[in-house]
């Protein structure tokens, strides 16, 4: 049934276990490779995304093109998929064939491209990330979070649960309060294991992120992601403590935000992060 699916809407193109047959496309490890191939679930995850009749989209780690195929079917007006491995370029070209320009290809490295850059607004960002760079390139968008419309980024379920945490939980840390510093997030698809090609050790989960129009919190961003970092590089410790590898004297930020110093990270809200990030700047300044 899926097979017929994706002919009928693809205009002919072979199912993706074909196209994998043909390019041989066995997932490598070092990339981090697991491939979506049921387009049920590859369009539900387009869905997720929202409209994208107007919006360009962008995708990282391709593959196959079963997300890919997803996204043109939904009606995303661009799609603009960046891909590491070259077989997987060559795989696709049938697939930008077909999709009459709103299919554009780039081989590269996600991590050291500009996606703020690519396309036109609005953006969104839909990936099956690779596990490997995953939290590397939610970082990297997060930074520029106001470029984009929203993020529907799949992740190893156990990192998707961090991503979405608040305080006072296990699974609090860095990426849940540098995410929800900027974004609204939420789990909107869970995945098992064996829904892919090949199955990975572990589940998945999609996340959703949409980036607030106006930061209630405000703070630098090098000096958020100092500050976090610090605090959570030692989460067993009180902060006095944790935070004494920063390039001054934690307690200076207790007395300009009155938190108390014997709290630990995973008890703090954003907004406490991003008032010791005030601080820090502050400080930093004027010395």
Same mark, same amino acid.
């Given at each position: 049934?899926?097979?017929? &699916? &994706?002919?009928?809407?693809?205009?002919?193109?072979?199912?993706?276990? @074909?196209?994998? $047959? %043909? #390019?041989?496309?066995?997932?490598?490890?070092?990339?981090? %490779? #697991?491939?979506?191939?049921?387009?049920?679930?590859?369009?539900?995850?387009?869905?997720?995304?929202?409209? =994208?009749?107007?919006?360009?989209?962008? &995708?990282?780690?391709?593959?196959?093109?079963?997300?890919?195929?997803? /996204?043109?079917?939904?009606?995303?007006?661009?799609?603009?998929?960046?891909?590491?491995?070259?077989?997987?370029?060559?795989?696709?070209?049938?697939?930008? @064939?077909?999709?009459?320009?709103?299919?554009?290809?780039?081989?590269?490295?996600? @991590?050291?491209?500009?996606?703020?850059?690519?396309?036109?607004?609005?953006? #969104?960002?839909?990936?099956? /990330?690779?596990?490997?760079?995953?939290?590397?390139?939610?970082?990297? !968008?997060?930074?520029?979070?106001?470029?984009?419309?929203?993020?529907?980024?799949?992740?190893?379920?156990?990192?998707?649960?961090?991503?979405?945490?608040?305080?006072?939980?296990?699974?609090?840390?860095?990426?849940?309060?540098?995410?929800? !510093?900027?974004? *609204?997030?939420?789990?909107?698809?869970?995945?098992?294991?064996? @829904?892919?090609?090949?199955?990975?050790?572990?589940?998945?989960?999609?996340?959703? =992120?949409?980036?607030?129009?106006?930061?209630? #919190?405000?703070?630098? !961003? *090098?000096?958020?992601?100092?500050?976090?970092? $610090?605090?959570?590089? %030692?989460?067993?410790?009180? =902060?006095?403590?944790? /935070?004494?590898?920063?390039?001054?004297?934690?307690?200076? =930020?207790?007395?300009?935000?009155?938190?108390?110093?014997?709290?630990?990270?995973?008890?703090?809200?954003?907004?406490?992060?991003?008032?010791?990030?005030?601080?820090?700047?502050?400080?930093?300044?004027?010395?």
């Amino acid at each position: 049934m899926h097979d017929r &699916e &994706e002919i009928d809407v693809f205009g002919g193109l072979p199912p993706l276990r @074909a196209v994998i $047959a %043909q #390019h041989g496309l066995n997932a490598r490890k070092a990339l981090g %490779q #697991h491939f979506l191939l049921d387009l049920n679930l590859t369009r539900r995850i387009a869905r997720a995304a929202g409209d =994208l009749r107007d919006a360009t989209v962008i &995708e990282v780690g391709p593959g196959p093109g079963g997300l890919t195929r997803a /996204l043109l079917a939904e009606g995303a007006k661009s799609v603009i998929a960046i891909e590491r491995d070259r077989r997987c370029i060559d795989a696709l070209a049938g697939l930008v @064939a077909v999709a009459k320009g709103r299919l554009t290809l780039i081989e590269g490295d996600a @991590a050291k491209i500009d996606a703020a850059t690519l396309g036109t607004a609005p953006r #969104h960002i839909v990936a099956n /990330l690779p596990y490997n760079v995953a939290s590397v390139l939610l970082i990297n !968008w997060l930074r520029a979070a106001d470029d984009f419309a929203s993020l529907t980024l799949m992740f190893q379920k156990e990192v998707a649960e961090r991503i979405v945490a608040g305080p006072g939980t296990k699974t609090y840390g860095r990426l849940s309060v540098m995410a929800g !510093w900027r974004c *609204d997030t939420r789990i909107c698809l869970n995945l098992p294991a064996r @829904a892919f090609t090949p199955p990975p050790k572990v589940d998945s989960s999609v996340v959703q =992120l949409i980036p607030r129009q106006t930061n209630e #919190h405000p703070a630098e !961003w *090098d000096a958020m992601e100092t500050v976090v970092a $610090a605090a959570f590089g %030692q989460r067993r410790k009180m =902060l006095r403590r944790a /935070l004494r590898t920063l390039p001054l004297d934690p307690s200076l =930020l207790f007395e300009e935000t009155g938190i108390n110093p014997a709290a630990r990270a995973e008890e703090l809200s954003v907004a406490d992060f991003a008032a010791m990030a005030r601080a820090f700047t502050a400080l930093r300044a004027n010395p």
